[in-house]
């Protein structure tokens, strides 16, 4: 289920009308295969619109690429096997089939990790050899293989009569086209990608300027020297007790007669007598 396009149909069409063109091939088809890999009908929606918003984003890139399809494709798996779905509110819900064999199937494929659920759905769901499988979940072939390989065996050790490759392709298909899994309009997909796109990049240059505003501030704020850092007081131990006063001793009292029978200024006053 690929698609590849000539030089010559690309260049008759604008991007617009390329992309379109990519959406009405390719989504309907992917939502029934997301469905397959999530068991709900709004995530398998969710991941088919979020990948052609990627897409239309990188448009260049997807355009020229060998396989748009595949492209999409691949983004499309990897939204819907994320990881952060598990805690969304009812993340572990599923929208069951109304057949018992069809819901069978659903609980075997939702019961195998998600690498092996991924390459047996494009091995035996969407029919890629093994090599374009082994690419597209960036694996190696023999990686890919033995993923395949326990997938098939689990499948089979639940439902025994899916041990036939061609009957388990055939349920599967019948699994994904039970119910009608419409997708929107790719006008919607490109609107809704570009009001993202607008929203991202108007949120990085807020967050850039404010950057820059504070690293402003602490530029002019910040001291051009160094002060050192103030030492915590502490109680200084060890002093003798402050003395209470009282009467002066006699050799204090003769001192201080001494002093105010001295003249009030002059060299006596400040240079002592030698004895």
């Given at each position: 289920m ?59 890139e ?8 595949g ?12 990881p ?27 019961r ?108 002019r ?19 003798p ?12 009292l ?22």
């Amino acid at each position: 289920m690929t698609d590849r396009h000539t030089d010559r149909d690309t260049a008759t069409l604008t991007p617009v009308q390329a992309f379109d063109a990519l959406y009405a091939y390719c989504a309907p088809a992917l939502v029934r295969q997301t469905y397959l890999l999530t068991g709900r009908h709004d995530r398998a929606r969710e991941a088919v619109e979020r990948a052609f918003q990627q897409a239309w984003q990188r448009w260049p890139e997807v355009a020229h690429d060998r396989d748009p399809a595949g492209w999409v494709r691949a983004a499309a798996y990897e939204c819907a096997l994320s990881p952060w779905h598990r805690f969304r509110p009812g993340g572990q819900l599923t929208d069951p089939p109304p057949d018992p064999a069809d819901r069978a199937l659903q609980e075997v494929l939702l019961r195998l990790p998600p690498p092996h659920r991924r390459t047996l759905v494009l091995y035996d769901g969407v029919g890629l050899d093994l090599p374009e499988t082994a690419a597209e979940t960036e694996a190696s072939t023999p990686a890919a293989a033995n993923r395949l390989m326990h997938a098939r065996e689990a499948v089979a050790a639940r439902l025994p009569e899916l041990a036939d490759t061609a009957e388990l392709h055939r349920r599967l298909t019948r699994l994904a086209a039970t119910e009608r899994l419409p997708a929107v309009m790719p006008t919607a997909v490109r609107t809704t990608g570009e009001r993202r796109t607008r929203f991202w990049t108007r949120s990085a240059v807020a967050f850039t300027v404010t950057i820059i505003g504070a690293t402003a501030l602490t530029l002019r704020t910040a001291p051009t020297h160094y002060l050192a850092p103030v030492s915590p007081g502490h109680a200084v131990a060890g002093l003798p007790a402050a003395g209470a006063l009282g009467p002066l001793s006699k050799d204090a009292l003769k001192l201080r007669k001494k002093l105010r029978e001295q003249q009030a200024a002059g060299p006596e006053r400040l240079m002592p007598e030698a004895r």
